[in-house]
């Protein structure tokens, strides 16, 4: 019950703190999931989530999307998502490259987790240095834009950051270009869950399908709570907050600590 609980306020947090912080719902989600279970489970349910709201979304906003970029981004996106899901479920029962003792308790460096952990702070750094940020590409690159954004998305659940750095130059209104940022997360989802699924036992995702459905409905509510009060409004200092955390969770992640 108490993991229940706290699943459920981090997801209606972190579903509202998308509003203002500039991070997107799995970058702030998945470090607290991964706090509860294996990293490889934690970003199969993270992506479950991420999905469902993804869908949510995509039912208020999915006619203002775009077609011809989302089939030529998304198509690519779609296929290189299996083959970064695909490498996840590869690296799940490799050997600890390091293990090591605190006290009376053991731990165990993992390269899943150390990738994780690397991949986590670099999409951070994306998105909140200024430099990285602004970072642009022509509207010739979709493609490759597509199978970088799917297979990152695939292999950790991270595609947000270098999606937008694709799609800003393509022209499109401000509610085109969130709907169709929707549309092909969408696609990506459902590439590597169909991988995950297939992967991971039945038993994980039953086992803690009431955690989902509870953290999916938390972040429904925080997104109802934050479109309504809080109008996307971006803070600086939130944003630096948010990100000291990721990486504090990053590092312990990268040292076998979470």
Known sequence: ???????????????????FSGFGLGTILLPVFAIFFPVEVAIALTGVVHFLNNLFKLS????????????????????AAFAGAWLLLQMTDMKPVYEYS???RNYAITPLKL????????FTFMEVVPFLKNVQFGKD?????????????????HQGALRSAFLIKCGLSKEAFIATGIAIACMVDLSRLGVYIKGFSESQLGKNMVLVIGATVSAFVGAYVGNRFIKSVTLNTVQIV???????????LGLGIV
């Open 115 to 122: 990738i994780i952990s690397a991949l986590l702070m670099l």
């Open 141 to 157: 690159k979709l493609i490759i834009g597509g199978i970088l954004s799917g297979f990152f998305g695939g292999l950790s659940g």
């Open 1 to 19: 019950m108490a993991e229940l609980i706290v699943l459920c306020v981090s997801a209606f947090l972190t579903s509202l703190l998308t509003f």
């Open 242 to 252: 948010v990100s000291v955390m990721i990486f504090i969770l990053a590092i312990a």
């Open 102 to 104: 605190l006290g009376e």
């Open 60 to 79: 208020l906003l999915g006619l203002n999307a775009d077609r011809e970029v989302v089939l030529r981004f998304g198509i690519p996106a779609f296929i």
